[in-house]
């Protein structure tokens, strides 16, 4: 696994990819990282550690200034870099990378592929996002599923807020989630 941080606006995240089976480049991780952590107190790290049977000696941090374009999984991760950038500098709306979702179960993987497909400056509720993957009355279990969204940001679940209009919940905090929609321009 290759990790890095990079910043995007006033905070950063964590990126991690990795190249799977078939010698391609995967996204893994890229999630929130909290103000004075490292990388290492990532909440996916625990998880990708048991999913891959890894140990820390299987992930090597490099700088983004020192990623290699000729290596895949730390070409991804400059081009995971540069379209969010592209992104927060509204020059992109959409952001078109390999995903490993293998993590997830069934439902999840469900949910992170219907979140793909709110557009961009567009919200919907949990309950409209529960009917959406034929789950009417799972928008509980929606909610959780986009919790454990190992990609903010790139799998918009920032776009689903409660159903009386508030923002409901976020695991990178509210503020994140306030400052996204912000950037898309669905909340003022």
């Known amino acids: 696994m290759i990790v890095t941080t990079a910043a995007f606006g006033s905070h950063r995240l964590t990126l991690i990819a990795r190249v799977n089976e078939h010698g391609q480049p995967m996204l893994v991780e890229a999630n ?3 103000a004075g952590n ?11 550690k048991k999913y891959y049977g890894l140990t820390d000696e299987d992930f090597t941090f490099i700088d983004k200034n020192s990623l290699s374009m000729n290596k895949p999984a730390q ?8 379209q969010l950038k592209d992104y927060a500098d509204g020059k992109r709306k959409t952001l078109d990378l390999p995903l490993d979702f293998s993590m997830g179960t069934e439902f999840q993987q469900r949910v992170w592929q219907a979140l793909q497909g709110i ?7 949990y309950a409209t996002l529960a009917q959406r993957v034929n789950s009417p009355k799972g928008f509980r279990a929606v909610a959780q599923a986009n919790g454990k969204n190992p990609f903010s940001i790139i799998v ?19 503020d994140k989630k ?6 898309e321009g669905s909340w003022t």
């Not at 990388?39 to 625990?46: I, L, N, Q, T, Y």
């Not at 557009?119 to 509720?125: P, R």
């Not at 306030?178 to 950037?183: I, N, R, T």
């Open 38 to 48: 490292s990388w290492h107190s990532s909440k996916s790290v625990p998880k990708i």
């Open 178 to 183: 306030e400052y996204l929609l912000a950037l």
């Open 32 to 34: 929130w990282l909290l």
């Open 119 to 125: 557009e961009y400056g567009e919200t919907i509720s």
């Open 156 to 174: 918009p679940c920032h776009r689903v807020i409660a159903s009386d209009g508030k923002l409901g919940g976020y695991t990178g905090g509210l």
């Open 75 to 82: 070409a991804l991760l400059i081009e995971t870099i540069f």
